[in-house]
């Protein structure tokens, strides 16, 4: 994409020199006191969040400058900080950056404190060991962040990964890819092919369809010959509830909104008959996905290796059926215009208003689409860019002006494509935004990846005015944005931040709690209790797994919440005391018993205060499981 990636590798070093010499008690007095020392500003709580996590500005050459201090009660768990402002990887930019800017900062710090471990506190990435202090490096959605954490919750993290580790173990070669198939099974788009082949061209293959999900089982007479089997496998596959045809394959269907569970019985019993035909091992499996007319699909998920078969004629197809000869050719961009109109842009004087649209709309020689309403959220123009479907967008918030999104580009009409374009229609895209990005660095010189407005992209920025070029949609816009909204989406991110750093935590809590109610026996209970505000119990038995809300946890329940509650199947109470149930029944993976705890669960999390302890009790033991953080460290 020709723009420059921040990473700020010497104050990364730095924060960690300081670390390192640093006398942590890992209570609240570390936050400010460490802040201070590394010469950050004074830690605070980020918007509306009174009782989370605090942040603090590092002042580090990134555009999120801003380092979050991670605890509970009154322990400081880990401070996390952003070291680098890479693209994020899902974008149209080069997903590598993120990880050669992850090298650049290990390198840095491995100059410091030697070769690094692997896993600090909740991530995974290089970590270095230390008596009093873990430094690792982790990557956020779009960052690379440098974490400083307690060693007791180390100790905590790593033990949750060796336990994930033994409970994968333990499931099987099988077991592993009847879950990876469940999950792969799910994220599939519509007119998406997975076929699944062992030795002797045995193979199952799913066609995922709008409404609904098939699989299909080779048949005796379409495999090698040495591989082929009798009557007595087919009515084992009949009874396993395949169904045969005369001139086909095995077959079995299954509504696309069937449920996860459903979906989940859908895999196993694939990989049953798999086994029922012979198929020794996973290891014995290849696997290929693509969707009808489009691109391959990533295999990785599934755990096996791809089919060594290419499909490397499908961009030739596409080429040749493309709709119009128009989206073949490179699209075309007004970067002349372009240019201009960041001239204009940089000698404007902005208010940064409602009142700057007719000024603006003068000076670049606009005409505007109508008269403007004072609460118009959206005001339309149109420019005189050689492009079609020239116009541009004030988007104000009240009396602020946020940005103006100028169009630069001919349109790449996707919705010609009823999955979307494929791959190389959509290069034409990603090509057009790196041409408007070499353009403007002729009059700019070299940006730098950051936040315009509601998307990311390579930014020239000053006090007065941040220029921006972003892929939206099917076309490249040049953003002209108010600098004040890099705080406001800087507040945001915070709150992103943190939320993710709890969703973390309780995702660990969901898996261990799962594996405890997996391995019940018949007729054995845990509960979770949360002391006043009431406890939630799985009693396993024949048919599955059961939950009940006690009436404590039932009479406070909010009615929004009871009303949710009543759509996703929870049976009501019975006049009285509002006990709640409901129940997951067997055959289920691993991933449904962890799914349905989750489930099971979020009624009583609505009624936690942030300082609610969850105590979790099996067979009459107490499990020390860890009650989600939430990020206060009491400070």
Known sequence: MGFEVRVDSAGAVGIVKVAVGFGWSWDPTD?????????????????????????????LRVWWDSAMFWGSGRRLQYVRVPVSDCPAPDGLTSPELLAEAMIRVRDAITKELGEPEHGAGPEEGPAWILPNLVVGLALGPDTVDLMLV????????????HDGARRRTAMGGWGRFAEDLAGYLETLPADARVVVTGPGGRYV???????????????????DPTWRYGDDIGKLLTAQGWSPTEDSNWWRKL????????????????????????VQAVTDLVVDAWVEGGEDLPLAA??????????????????????????????????PSGIDIVRAAREFVWTWTRADIDGVAERFGWTLEGEPRPADRVVWVRTELRIDGARARFCCDGDRLESICITLSDSIESQLYEEGPPAEVRDQLTAAVARAVDGLRTELGAPVHGTLWHTHGPVWSTRRLVLGVAAVGDTVELYLVNPAERERQLILEQQQTARRAAEREWRQFFDDLSAIAADLPEQAEVTIDAGDRGCT????????????????????????????????????PATGRPVWRHGLYRPALFRDFRRFVEFALWPLRTRMGPYTVLRVHAQGEEHELRTPSTGSTGF
């Open 255 to 278: 509504p696309r909104n069937a449920g996860r569970t459903a979906i989940s019985h859908f895999a196993a019993g694939t990989v049953e008959a798999l086994r029922t035909l012979d």
């Open 537 to 572: 119990t799985f009693l396993r038995d024949a048919d599955g797994l059961r939950v009940t809300l006690d009436a404590e946890a039932g009479l406070g329940l909010h009615p929004r919440t009871t009303e949710l509650m009543r759509t996703n199947g929870w049976q009501r």
């Open 150 to 161: 307690n060693p007791v919750d180390q100790r905590f993290w790593m033990d949750r990964r």
């Open 302 to 335: 599934l755990g096996i290796p791809p089919h060594p078969t290419s499909r490397s004629q499908r961009a030739e197809f596409l080429r040749s059926n493309a709709p119009y000869g128009f989206d073949i050719g490179p699209l075309r961009v007004d970067i």
């Open 31 to 59: 936050v400010r006191s460490f802040a201070r020392r590394v010469g950050w500003q004074t830690p605070e709580p980020v918007g509306t969040m009174r009782r989370g996590a605090v942040f603090s500005r590092t002042g």
């Open 205 to 223: 293959q799913f066609a995922i369809e709008e409404r609904e999900l098939t699989s299909e089982l080779s048949r005796s007479e379409f495999i």
